[in-house]
């Protein structure tokens, strides 16, 4: 049985870091791609950063890039998601989900996962993260 799980969200003031983990569990396929997804109160689902288990290849959106990093474990169990400077739009829920949709994760690098989250086949619960003073 896939399981993810998130871990790592809280409350932290603007300007602060948090550190996400995803840990995966019960996955033995050899290609996919993970990504961070978030959804804030009243707002539609918003991609946030993947990873290519294929060739390590990351991308992050605007709104978080030079921010936030996502990378992965030695391993490949886990994956995280740094996030600093931390501001008030970026409290959410967030999400990991794994795909193994080819042509998605082929595109990683140019953020393809991140607008197709419905070729994504496994979710996690989800992590709230709260940034307020």
């Known amino acids: 049985q896939v399981q993810l799980v998130e871990s790592g969200g809280g409350l932290v003031q603007p300007g602060g870091s948090l550190r996400l983990s995803c840990a995966v569990s019960?996955?033995?396929?050899?290609?996919?791609?993970i990504a961070w997804f978030r959804q804030a109160p009243g707002k539609e689902r918003e991609g946030v950063s993947c990873?290519?288990?294929?060739?390590?290849?990351?991308f992050h959106v605007d709104s978080v890039r030079g921010r936030f990093t996502i990378s992965r474990d030695s391993a490949k169990t886990t994956v995280y998601l740094h996030m600093n400077s931390l501001k008030p739009e970026d409290t959410a829920v967030y999400y990991c989900?794994?795909?193994?949709?080819?042509?998605?994760?082929?595109?990683?690098?140019?953020?393809?996962?991140?607008?197709?989250?419905?070729?994504?086949?496994?979710w996690g619960q989800g992590t709230q993260v709260t940034v307020s003073s």
């Open positions: 989900a794994i795909t193994t949709e080819g042509s998605v994760i082929a595109g990683t690098k140019f953020g393809t996962p991140l607008v197709r989250s419905n070729e994504f086949d496994y």
């Open positions: 990873i290519s288990n294929r060739d390590g290849s990351t």
């Open positions: 019960g996955f033995t396929l050899p290609d996919y791609a």
